[in-house]
C-alpha cells in the first residue's frame, strides 16, 4: 500500500505539469509535430515538480500542516480541471498524438533497416540504464556527504514539523543556545528538500532512501525533454536520440542519480530545459515556450545559490534573438569585459564598505584536463565540443545558432569562474568541485554540441549541392 501512494506522489508532478503546459498552450498549436510529445512530458514533470514546492511554500507560509490531503488534493483537482478544459478545447488530440509518439519509438518512419536497428539498440541502452539506476535509488541508503549534511537535514526536519523552518549558521545557532535549527549550509534554498519531503509524506514514513526518487524523474524528464525539443528544431529522429543518448549517459550525471541528494543534477536539468525552452521560443514564437523559459531560469535560482549565475546566461541568447544584427557584437563585449573584471580582481586587492575585495586565481590546469580528458567523468563531450567549433566555423554566428552559441559562451565563462576563482565557488555556500559544476552546464554543452554538428552538416550539405 505505501508503495502505491509513494507511486501516486511522484506521479503527481507529473499530471500537475503536463495539465498546465497543455492549458497554456497556444490554441490549435498542433500536438502531433516531432517531438513534442516528448517534450511536454519532459518539461511537464519539471514544471509539475517546481509548482509542487511553491504550493508547499505557501502552505507553510499560510501555517498549514504539510500533509497528502493539503498538498496532493488541491494539486490533483488543479490538474483534473485543466485536464477537462484542454479536453473540450483539444477533443482527443492529445491521446492520438500520444498513440502516435508511442508507435514512432517502436520505430520511427523513414529509417533504413540499419537506422532502425541503431535506434532499437540505443533506445534499448537507454531503457536498462534507468532500470539499473532506479535499482539503485531503491537500494542505497542517503550516501554523498553533502546530501546528508546540508540538505537531507532540512528535509528530515520539515518532514516532521509538517512545515518550513529556517536554518542557522553556527554561529547563530550557539547565540541562540541551540534553540533553532542547524546545518552545514543553511542559507540553501529550499527546493529540493521540500520535494523529499513531499516523496515522504506520500509513502508515509522517513526514508532516506525512497526520498530521493525525484533525481531520477529529472533525469528522464531531462532525457525526454531534450529529445523532443531537438526533433522540434528540426534534427531527424536518430540524431535526436543519439544526443539524448549522450546526455543520459554521462558517467557524472549518473552518479548523481545513483548516489541522490546533490543540487547539481537538478540545476543541470532545469538550465537545460529552460535553454531548450528559449530555443525552441526563438525557432517559433509561442508563449508557452517563453514561459517556461523564465519558470525553469527562475527554479535555477531556487535550487542552489549558483542557480542565479546559469539563470543570467540566457540573457545573453536573449539578446542576440532580440537584436540579430549587433547582438553577437553586445554578447562579445560583455563577456570581454566581465573576463578583464575578473582578471583586474584578481591582480589587486582593496577594501569597499569595509570588505576586502580580491579574487584569488587559483585554477588546477592539471585536474582539468585530466579530468575532462583522462578520466570517465565525460566519456568524450568535450573531444566533441572543441572538434564541432573549428567545423561549425562562422556558422556558430549566424542564425539560429548564434542564440546558442550566445549561452554556450556565457556559461563557459561562469563555469570557468566556477573552477578559477574559489570565492566565486564558496558563492554557492558550499564548496563546488570541478566536476559539479561541470555537471550544471553539461546539458547546454551536449544541446550546443549537437547544434554546431548539425550547422556544419547543412553547410557541407549545400557546399556540395553547389558544386555539382
Known amino acids: 500500500m505505501a508503495g502505491l501512494t509513494l507511486a501516486a506522489g511522484l506521479l503527481l508532478p507529473w499530471l500537475v505539469g503536463i495539465a498546465v503546459i497543455l492549458a497554456a498552450r497556444t490554441p ?3 500536438l502531433d509535430a516531432s517531438g513534442e510529445v516528448a517534450w511536454i512530458a519532459g518539461a511537464g514533470y519539471l514544471a509539475g515538480a517546481f509548482l509542487l514546492t511553491l504550493w508547499m511554500r ?12 493539503t498538498i496532493g488534493a488541491p494539486l490533483l483537482a488543479i490538474a483534473l480541471a485543466l485536464a477537462i478544459h484542454v479536453r473540450r478545447r483539444d477533443g482527443d488530440a492529445m491521446f492520438r498524438a500520444v498513440k502516435a509518439a508511442l508507435i514512432a519509438l517502436a520505430a520511427p518512419a523513414g529509417l533504413d533497416r540499419a537506422a532502425r536497428l541503431c535506434w532499437r539498440l540505443l533506445l534499448g541502452w537507454i531503457v536498462l540504464r534507468f532500470i539499473a539506476l532506479a535499482l539503485d535509488v531503491a537500494w542505497q541508503p542517503l550516501f554523498p556527504w553533502d546530501a546528508w549534511t546540508q540538505w537531507a537535514t532540512k528535509a528530515r526536519v520539515w518532514y516532521e514539523l509538517g512545515r518550513i523552518v529556517p ?13 533553532a535549527y542547524f546545518d552545514a549550509a543553511p542559507g540553501h534554498p529550499p527546493t529540493l528538500p521540500l520535494l523529499q519531503v513531499w516523496s515522504c509524506i506520500a509513502l508515509g514514513r522517513w526514508d532516506d532512501s525512497l526520498m530521493n526518487w525525484p533525481w531520477w ?6 532525457a525526454a525533454a531534450m529529445y523532443g525539443a531537438l526533433r522540434s528544431l528540426g534534427l531527424p529522429a536518430l540524431g535526436a536520440l543519439c544526443a539524448t543518448f549522450f546526455v543520459s549517459s554521462l558517467p557524472l550525471a549518473n552518479v548523481h542519480v545513483a548516489l541522490a541528494g546533490y543540487p547539481d543534477l537538478p540545476v543541470a536539468a532545469f538550465h ?17 515556450d517563453a514561459g517556461l523559459a523564465i519558470v525553469f531560469a527562475f527554479a535555477c535560482t531556487q535550487i542552489a545559490n549558483e542557480g542565479l549565475g546559469w539563470a543570467v546566461t540566457l540573457v545573453f541568447g536573449l539578446v542576440v534573438a532580440v537584436a540579430p ?3 553577437v557584437k553586445i554578447v562579445a563585449v560583455a563577456l570581454a569585459a566581465t573576463i578583464f573584471a575578473l582578471a583586474v580582481l584578481a591582480q589587486t586587492s582593496f577594501e569597499l564598505m569595509g570588505h576586502r575585495i580580491h579574487l584569488q586565481f587559483a585554477p588546477a590546469w592539471p585536474a582539468l584536463g585530466e579530468s575532462y580528458f583522462v578520466l570517465g567523468n565525460w566519456n568524450l563531450l568535450w573531444y ?15 542564425a539560429p545558432q548564434a542564440a546558442l552559441t550566445a549561452v554556450a559562451a556565457a556559461g ?13 565557488a564558496a558563492w554557492g555556500g558550499e564548496r563546488i568541485t570541478l566536476n559539479r559544476a561541470t555537471l550544471q552546464f553539461a546539458p547546454v554543452a551536449v544541446l550546443f554540441a549537437v547544434a554546431a554538428f548539425r550547422a556544419f552538416s547543412l553547410r557541407y550539405a549545400r557546399a556540395a549541392l553547389d558544386t555539382r
Open 28 to 30: 490549435r498549436r498542433p
Open 58 to 69: 505557501a502552505l507553510s507560509f499560510a501555517d498549514v500542516r504539510f500533509g497528502v490531503g
Open 167 to 179: 536554518f542557522v549558521d553556527a554561529d547563530t545557532w550557539f547565540a541562540a543556545d541551540g534553540a
Open 217 to 222: 524523474q529529472m533525469a528522464i524528464a531531462l
Open 272 to 288: 537545460g530545459c529552460a535553454v531548450a525552452a528559449f530555443l525552441r521560443f526563438v525557432a517559433a514564437p509561442h508563449r508557452e
Open 325 to 327: 544584427r549587433n547582438g
Open 384 to 398: 566533441g565540443v572543441l572538434a564541432v567549433i573549428p567545423l561549425a566555423g562562422r556558422a556558430l554566428l549566424a
Open 412 to 424: 563557459a565563462v561562469f563555469a570557468f569562474a566556477l573552477f578559477a576563482f574559489p570565492a566565486i
